[in-house]
């Protein structure tokens, strides 16, 4: 069974660009989940996507934004990148809700130049 | 609001000693997950408590719920070097609508 994709493995941008990740779940999940972690540093939630719909959203500005589609893949947008965003960007997929056994991808990692 | 605190930060082993992480809320749980990133690595779910006082084993792992759903540990056992990782804590206050992970015990263990 195929894991959590993430793409792309590496993206370097530079301030005040767009970046969009792209994430796709274990075949079956339908709950998507956004992490951003930064050196060093722990796991913060960004987004939550089921079936299709936000279902909430950790601190972080609106430029934060994605989607979940009828596949239940998912991308994140990230507009008007700042320094301090350049971090690593997780997605993880589950069944049903947050407190079902999370499985992650391998991240995205994105530089802000 | 919830405060989820997990300590220590760092803790640096010999192979073969023990090592325990804690995890220690504000409120009450409803559950809480364990995983485990190593470096270089993502998360990996290790497991989940949901009864009071829940006391589960996973070969030199053993991870406890605190009586009072309140706090939580991981031991583990004569450490190896492939036990080397960051450690987190997930609880679930039932109410968040989302999975807040604790800021985490990075292990080193070295021979």
Known sequence: EAGVTQSPTHLIKTRGQQATLRCSPISGHTSVYWYQQALGLGLQFLLWYDEGEERNRGNFPPRFSGRQFPNYSSELNVNALELEDSALYLCASSLGDPYNEQFFGPGTRLTVL | ?111
């Open chain 2, 1 to 111: 609001g919830q405060q989820v605190m997990q300590i220590p930060q760092y803790q640096h082993v010999q192979e073969g000693e023990d090592f325990t992480t804690y995890c220690n809320s504000s409120t009450t749980l409803s559950n809480i997950q364990w995983y485990k990133q190593r470096p270089g690595g993502h998360p990996v779910f290790l497991i989940q408590l949901v009864k009071s006082g829940e006391v589960k084993k996973q070969k030199r792992l053993t991870f406890q719920f605190g009586e009072a759903k309140k706090n939580s540990s991981l031991h583990i056992t004569a450490t190896q070097t492939t036990d080397v990782g960051t450690y987190f804590c997930a609880p679930d206050t039932g109410t968040a609508s989302k999975l807040t992970f604790g800021t985490g015990t990075r292990l080193q263990v070295t021979l």
